[in-house]
């Protein structure tokens, strides 16, 4: 899988437009954009939830504390989300 | 049988519009259901008039469709017509929409939007806006649309870009315009647009009756195809490229509605509740719920006109054992209705269905067409006609 390494020092937002919101159908997080509807897993809820003006290393360093799982590890999944999202153009990062 | 969740609501809030374009999915007879004549392409009849429009739901009305629609889980909500901007409560209903939690898309001409309507629709908040464009070119443009409008829409867009607004562009595509696919391209390109649909014309009210004078050549179309594939890979992560599919040249059908009642519904200016926006014309035989009447919910999972072809079981043979049945879900129920005269058929477009001769014989007239056939003209759309109201 070739996915564009994300520096860590950037910083994720959501692109404009784009709105992430509670569905109060499913009590999940969906992101919300020009004639479209994602339905969010738990990673991905999480790791947006965090977007806050936070670089990616903050992000992973928050979530490993929180979770007590290995920096490392949650590395790979925090880059996969964060690059896919912006692929789908649903973040920028600065 | 049980009825999925819907996602988004399509808001006809007017059938009014600035425009004329021949290509409207409006229908040309709609409102009195004892009063719908069937249309064939190239001919006009005497009852084509769309409802008039001081049969519009109100403001206090539309508020509640749009309060049922969030109940009932939609998630985004189209504002479209006509032109919604005929209506001066659109940031009424924005405001709505948006304390209901929805997202709400404009779908637009921009004939209307000044800055300070855009600030009211943007403070009322309004999440994005599509803006049709029917050329880059000005003169073509114009005169597709059936009036002066091209050089208006190039400075909204600017206005839109200003306002900080996620801008849409749409463009139909069809013989008249489909050569200069590049330069719409472009043009799309240099207002900087998030988002652009390259929408290969569907043949639904006046675009059916206008079909002769519409439908682009098989050379035009392959031509099409590429340039929008080279664009699309060109401009990946710039502009997002959607391209509509010419569906009388393709072998299987579009999955229309992504199914009939499965994600979808729109609310047309006079209340009715359809499960696609062409449907009240395409299928007359076909009984639809009013919101005036019944709640949103109702009509969702218990009417008729819902629950008609939810699902596979409706499906007529080659559908019905067909491996492709919950891909494309037998195509379009309107398309069937106005080609083979009944909505239960399988869409002609599909090369399996025994009624694809149909589809071929409207191509073929077109290949064959004399220089002046070929540029036949077409018919305007025009307004509803307005009644008023004794005082």
């Given at each position: 899988m070739q996915t564009p390494a994300l520096a860590s020092s950037a910083q994720p937002r959501l692109t404009r437009g784009v709105r992430l919101q509670t569905d109060s159908k499913t009590g999940n997080s969906v992101l919300l954009f020009p004639e479209g509807v994602l339905e969010l897993n738990e990673t991905a809820q999480e790791i947006l939830n965090r977007c806050?003006?936070?670089t990616v290393s903050e992000i992973i360093q928050a979530l490993a504390e929180e979770y007590d799982i290995d920096p490392k590890m949650l590395a790979i999944d925090v880059e996969e989300t964060l690059a896919d999202l912006k692929r789908r153009k649903l973040i920028e990062l600065t | 049988m049980i009825a999925p969740r819907p996602y988004a609501l399509l808001a006809e809030i007017t059938y009014r519009c600035p425009l004329h374009c021949p290509y409207c999915s409006n229908p040309i007879a709609n409102g009195n259901l004892e009063g719908r004549a069937p249309v064939t392409p190239g001919k006009t009849g005497s009852q084509e008039l769309a409802p008039p429009y001081n049969a519009e739901l109100s403001t206090d009305e539309w508020k509640r469709v749009i309060r049922e629609a969030a109940d009932l889980g939609i998630l985004q909500i189209g504002f479209s017509g006509g032109e919604p901007l005929a209506r001066r409560d659109l940031p009424d209903l924005i405001r709505a929409a948006r304390e209901a939690n929805l997202y709400s898309n404009l779908i637009t001409s921009g004939i209307g939007l000044d800055d300070d309507r855009l600030c009211a629709l943007r403070d009322a908040g309004l999440d994005s806006i599509q803006l049709s464009f029917q050329s880059d070119n000005t003169n073509l443009a114009d005169e597709i649309a059936g009036t002066r409008a091209h050089q208006h829409k190039l400075d909204v867009a600017a206005k839109i870009r200003a306002a900080g607004i996620p801008l849409s562009l749409n463009f139909v595509i069809h013989r008249r315009n489909i050569d200069r696919l590049p330069q719409m391209i472009d043009l799309a390109e240099s207002l900087h647009a998030e988002r652009v649909e390259l929408a290969n014309v569907q043949f639904y009210g006046w675009a059916f009756l206008n079909r002769a004078a519409l439908l682009p050549t098989r050379e035009q179309v392959v031509r099409a195809r590429e340039i929008a594939t080279v664009a699309k890979a060109r401009l990946a992560g710039k502009i997002d490229i959607f391209y509509v599919l010419p569906d009388y040249y393709e072998s299987r059908p579009k999955p229309c509605l992504s199914g009939w009642g499965q994600r979808y519904l729109t609310v047309n200016p006079i209340g009715e509740v359809l499960p696609c926006p062409t449907a009240s014309s395409a299928i007359p035989d076909l009984r639809f719920e009013n919101v005036r009447a019944r709640d949103l919910d109702w009509i969702w999972r218990e009417s008729e006109s819902f629950n008609r072809f939810r699902g596979t079981e409706w499906m007529p043979e080659p559908c019905q054992s067909c491996p492709q049945r919950e891909i494309d879900f037998g195509g379009c129920r309107c398309q069937a209705a106005l080609l083979?005269?009944?909505?239960?058929?399988?869409?002609?477009?599909?090369?399996?269905?025994?009624?694809r001769a149909l589809v071929d014989e409207v191509l073929r007239d077109l290949d064959s067409s004399t220089p002046k056939a070929f540029g036949a003209d077409w018919t305007y759309r025009v307004n509803p006609k307005t009644v008023l109201t004794p005082v």
């Open positions: 806050d003006g936070r | 083979t005269g009944n909505a239960a058929n399988t869409d002609p477009v599909c090369e399996l269905s025994p009624n």
